[in-house]
């Protein structure tokens, strides 16, 4: 009974360590100036392939930073320079407020594995770390969703 509890314990955390990788993947890209994407629109009935241009990164700091406690400089300054990814962000700010120690001490750029390994190693809650990287991760959606809102109608008012 007891190797079934450690077996059932180990397959969680890596499940955990593995939905939170893969969270923090997607915020990296939904952040992300890099590339263009391709989205399919139905209108009509009719169905079309359309580019879209990448949003300025700079747009998600302020959200960023009220769900983080992180000041918005900081963030913007870092989503520039592409030192770190937002996930990186989210890490370290989860680290030094476990471990008691300064963001500045613990924002480098890291794997996933290591990020995740230090934050075990310091005791943080993964189901809480999970649950920061999903909120961010809806927050930011929203933001993105807003920004192509905006650039939407600033289209169709300008083709008036």
């Known amino acids: 009974m007891f190797l079934l509890t450690i077996a059932v314990c180990l397959a969680d955390t890596t499940s955990s360590r593995s939905s939170i990788k893969n969270t923090a993947e997607s915020l990296d890209e939904l952040v992300s100036a890099e590339k263009k994407r391709k989205m399919i629109i139905h209108e009509n009935g009719h169905q079309r392939e359309i580019r879209i241009k990448p949003l300025d990164p700079t747009i ?3 959200k960023i930073s009220s769900i983080l406690e992180i000041d918005e400089d900081i963030i913007t300054s870092a989503i520039r320079q592409k030192k770190v990814k937002v996930s990186d962000l989210v890490f370290a700010q989860i680290l030094s407020n476990t471990a008691g120690d300064s963001l500045h001490e613990n924002l480098e750029k890291r794997s996933y594995s290591s990020w995740l390994q230090e934050l075990e190693r310091v005791g943080a809650n993964l189901e809480q770390v999970q649950k920061t990287f999903d ?5 930011v959606s929203f933001v993105a969703m807003d920004a ?8 169709t008012q300008r083709g008036r």
Do not use: C, N, S
């Not at 909120?135 to 927050?139: K, M, Q, R, S």
């Open 60 to 62: 998600f700091a302020p």
């Open 148 to 155: 192509r809102m905006q650039q939407r109608l600033a289209t």
């Open 135 to 139: 909120d961010l991760y809806v927050e």
